[in-house]
């Protein structure tokens, strides 16, 4: 790897790597206006095609830039016309690549470095090679495309029950210091949504609250960790999609707010992220008609993204678009439209289109026809080009073994990890003191409830996890998936292995008020055996389990929250968490059962 190395810096070094920027912009005007010099001209020698290309984040299949697998090679066939992710590279000239773990991109960390290498290898090869700025959604709880032995953090919604900016920061930091070592520089993290809409459907526990403010701080503190650590954040998604009951990746929601809503409950925590210094913004493929009646979604909305977010907002760093594979921003218009349009609104980056071909020969024709000028791609082509300088990529894309080594799920960043996650477990409900359990008197305990599938990396099922905590901790654990929607036949199940027990522990997930889960805990209740409830996703589910005498809440049913909800349980931590977001009542909405701050400790 060294000698190719040397041998792709030196062939390159009249270009990139010898224009690298020393300087981040912001350490004065006079080496800004420097770098930039040294950049535009790395921009004037480029073709339009090549400058066509950089504008584009591509997903690729395999976990080797040159060799994956036939799967794989057949995958990028079928999507890209391409067999590898260098021949994508070679083809497109791509600026960016992002990371899935459907896509193979991402098995262990040493793997993920290796192919991060391979795509700079093929990047630098290129004439005028630019090396690819490599980024993914490393949010951490419910979505992370980078699983164990990387640490994973918490969500933000378990961050803000924590409620600590501190906590927040070291999860970002440690984070962003992970992906670096592993090739990857831009996190699209974290999620600036202020969740609103307890029946929002693609948000919610992803959002650190429903408090504007409480939510701008922690967007703010985790931009400092992930950015100190090299890593670009990018907060999304803008103009703010929490409060919604559509999911943008199969529909196109619109957000009712009115500007004045908009300005007191969605900007506060983009504000804080530009003033933190962020490094880019995602677009919501939403529609706001307060921001701008057109009907567009904002991620084609130049009202929206030039007009308040670049001028009212005062934001000049870069604006990558969310997926243009998803429906919300495919609706209006067709694939060949959508590209054109985002540039036309104020985009840097387009991400993700569902077929490259026709995204990067749409921007084409529309440049060399007249709608778009080369100027216009050039201005978008510097915000990303500063970025790589900022993160050192045009001075050394490459990592190393030993960085992985050194850096990935070292035994100091999971214990961080546990402690922060053991600061985040909510206790809502604690009647007549049953938590924390003790080994003497409820020695043997029932594992029951929900199962959904384990997010990215994380061991799994729920159940699973949870009771090997117990056990671990002394307790004797018996475990029973019973899953979302149990049968009746499942339940009878769990009601007659209920009576074997001491105590039972049930996991909810997304309980409403026709729920198979009701019934579950009302069977097990009726046995008279002490229920405890833990919420393996969003808190709101006490509202429709009044029996229960003991509700945790984790906010996630990832490995490491879950084990914390079991210390916390069984008494090895005291649960310090605090609802960020109000629960309402089951029988009548507009009433508050648990306010926000809510949470009982002992």
Same mark, same amino acid.
């Given at each position: 790897m060294h000698t190719s190395r040397r041998t792709l810096l030196a062939a390159t070094a009249g270009a990139a790597a010898a224009l690298a920027a020393g300087t981040p912009a912001s350490a004065g005007t006079a080496t800004a206006v420097h770098d930039d010099k040294r950049l535009r001209a790395l921009i004037a020698r480029m073709t339009l095609e090549e400058k066509v290309g950089q504008l584009f984040v591509m997903r690729v299949y395999g976990h080797s830039a040159t060799e994956p697998d036939q799967a794989d090679v057949d995958a990028n066939l079928a999507e890209i016309g391409v067999r590898t992710a260098a021949e994508l590279i070679a083809k497109y000239r791509v600026g960016g690549i992002i990371y899935?773990?459907? =896509? *193979?991109?991402? /098995?262990?960390? *040493? @793997?993920? =470095?290796?192919?991060?290498?391979?795509? @700079?290898? +093929? =990047?630098?090869? @290129?004439? /005028?090679?630019?090396?690819?700025?490599? &980024?993914? #959604? @490393?949010? *951490?709880?419910?979505?992370?495309?980078?699983? +164990?032995?990387?640490?994973?953090?918490? $969500? +933000?919604? =378990?961050?803000?029950?924590?409620?600590?900016? !501190?906590?927040? /920061? !070291?999860?970002?930091?440690?984070?962003? +210091?992970?992906?670096?070592?592993? $090739? %990857?520089?831009? #996190?699209?993290?974290?999620?600036? #949504?202020?969740? %609103?809409?307890?029946?929002?459907?693609?948000?919610?526990?992803? &959002?650190? $609250? &429903?408090?504007p403010e409480a939510v701008a701080g922690l967007v703010a503190a985790q931009v400092k960790g992930y950015q100190g650590a090299g890593v670009a954040a990018t907060s999304k998604h803008f103009p703010g999609h929490g409060d919604t009951e559509t999911d943008s990746h199969y529909g196109f929601p619109v957000i009712e707010h009115t500007e004045a809503q908009w300005e007191e409950l969605d900007a506060p925590p983009f504000r804080a992220a530009i003033a933190a210094g962020i490094d880019s913004i995602m677009t919501a493929h939403i529609m706001v008609p307060a921001l701008d009646p057109s009907g567009d979604p904002a991620t084609l909305s130049r009202p929206i993204l030039t007009g308040i977010l670049r001028e009212r907002l005062g934001y000049d760093g870069v604006v990558v678009t969310d997926s243009l594979g998803m429906e919300g921003v495919r609706t209006k218009y067709g694939d060949d439209r959508v590209p054109v349009l985002a540039l036309k609104a104020g985009v840097d980056q387009l991400l993700n289109p569902p077929k490259l071909d026709v995204a990067w020969n749409a921007v084409l024709a529309a440049v060399r026809g007249g709608e778009l000028t080369e100027a216009r791609l050039d201005e978008s082509i510097l915000r990303v080009l500063r970025l790589k300088a900022k993160l050192g990529l045009l001075k050394d894309p490459y990592v190393t073994g030993r960085g992985v080594d050194r850096t990935v799920g070292i035994p100091s960043h999971l214990k961080a990890a546990d402690r922060i996650a053991e600061r985040t477990t909510t206790l809502l409900v604690n009647s007549g003191g049953l938590l924390p359990l003790s080994r003497r008197t409820h020695r043997k305990v029932l594992v029951v409830g929900a199962d959904p599938a384990s997010p990215s990396g994380t061991t799994g099922p729920p159940t699973t996890v949870l009771g090997a905590a117990l056990t671990e901790l002394g307790f004797t654990a018996t475990v029973l998936s019973t899953g979302t929607a149990p049968s009746a036949a499942t339940i009878a199940k769990a009601v007659a292995a209920a009576q074997d027990v001491d105590a039972v522990l049930v996991g909810t997930y997304n309980v409403t008020a026709a729920s198979a889960q009701r019934t579950l805990v009302e069977q097990l209740l009726a046995t008279g055996r002490p229920v405890v409830a833990l919420a393996v996703r969003n808190p709101y589910d006490v509202a429709h389990l009044p029996g229960v005498k003991a509700y945790l809440a984790a906010y996630s049913w990832t490995d490491v929250e879950l084990r914390a909800a079991v210390r916390v349980l069984a008494g090895r931590a005291a649960p310090r968490g605090r609802l960020p977001v109000p629960v309402q009542r089951a029988d009548d909405p507009t009433r508050v059962l648990y306010p926000v701050g809510h949470g009982l400790t002992y």
């Amino acid at each position: 790897m060294h000698t190719s190395r040397r041998t792709l810096l030196a062939a390159t070094a009249g270009a990139a790597a010898a224009l690298a920027a020393g300087t981040p912009a912001s350490a004065g005007t006079a080496t800004a206006v420097h770098d930039d010099k040294r950049l535009r001209a790395l921009i004037a020698r480029m073709t339009l095609e090549e400058k066509v290309g950089q504008l584009f984040v591509m997903r690729v299949y395999g976990h080797s830039a040159t060799e994956p697998d036939q799967a794989d090679v057949d995958a990028n066939l079928a999507e890209i016309g391409v067999r590898t992710a260098a021949e994508l590279i070679a083809k497109y000239r791509v600026g960016g690549i992002i990371y899935f773990g459907w =896509a *193979h991109n991402t /098995r262990e960390p *040493h @793997q993920i =470095a290796e192919l991060s290498n391979g795509i @700079q290898r +093929a =990047a630098l090869a @290129q004439p /005028r090679g630019l090396p690819v700025l490599i &980024s993914t #959604d @490393q949010e *951490h709880g419910i979505v992370a495309r980078v699983g +164990a032995p990387a640490t994973l953090f918490p $969500g +933000a919604m =378990a961050l803000g029950a924590g409620g600590s900016r !501190t906590d927040a /920061r !070291t999860a970002g930091r440690i984070g962003g +210091a992970e992906l670096r070592a592993m $090739g %990857v520089r831009q #996190d699209y993290a974290p999620v600036a #949504d202020v969740n %609103v809409n307890p029946a929002n459907p693609v948000i919610g526990v992803r &959002s650190f $609250g &429903s408090d504007p403010e409480a939510v701008a701080g922690l967007v703010a503190a985790q931009v400092k960790g992930y950015q100190g650590a090299g890593v670009a954040a990018t907060s999304k998604h803008f103009p703010g999609h929490g409060d919604t009951e559509t999911d943008s990746h199969y529909g196109f929601p619109v957000i009712e707010h009115t500007e004045a809503q908009w300005e007191e409950l969605d900007a506060p925590p983009f504000r804080a992220a530009i003033a933190a210094g962020i490094d880019s913004i995602m677009t919501a493929h939403i529609m706001v008609p307060a921001l701008d009646p057109s009907g567009d979604p904002a991620t084609l909305s130049r009202p929206i993204l030039t007009g308040i977010l670049r001028e009212r907002l005062g934001y000049d760093g870069v604006v990558v678009t969310d997926s243009l594979g998803m429906e919300g921003v495919r609706t209006k218009y067709g694939d060949d439209r959508v590209p054109v349009l985002a540039l036309k609104a104020g985009v840097d980056q387009l991400l993700n289109p569902p077929k490259l071909d026709v995204a990067w020969n749409a921007v084409l024709a529309a440049v060399r026809g007249g709608e778009l000028t080369e100027a216009r791609l050039d201005e978008s082509i510097l915000r990303v080009l500063r970025l790589k300088a900022k993160l050192g990529l045009l001075k050394d894309p490459y990592v190393t073994g030993r960085g992985v080594d050194r850096t990935v799920g070292i035994p100091s960043h999971l214990k961080a990890a546990d402690r922060i996650a053991e600061r985040t477990t909510t206790l809502l409900v604690n009647s007549g003191g049953l938590l924390p359990l003790s080994r003497r008197t409820h020695r043997k305990v029932l594992v029951v409830g929900a199962d959904p599938a384990s997010p990215s990396g994380t061991t799994g099922p729920p159940t699973t996890v949870l009771g090997a905590a117990l056990t671990e901790l002394g307790f004797t654990a018996t475990v029973l998936s019973t899953g979302t929607a149990p049968s009746a036949a499942t339940i009878a199940k769990a009601v007659a292995a209920a009576q074997d027990v001491d105590a039972v522990l049930v996991g909810t997930y997304n309980v409403t008020a026709a729920s198979a889960q009701r019934t579950l805990v009302e069977q097990l209740l009726a046995t008279g055996r002490p229920v405890v409830a833990l919420a393996v996703r969003n808190p709101y589910d006490v509202a429709h389990l009044p029996g229960v005498k003991a509700y945790l809440a984790a906010y996630s049913w990832t490995d490491v929250e879950l084990r914390a909800a079991v210390r916390v349980l069984a008494g090895r931590a005291a649960p310090r968490g605090r609802l960020p977001v109000p629960v309402q009542r089951a029988d009548d909405p507009t009433r508050v059962l648990y306010p926000v701050g809510h949470g009982l400790t002992y």
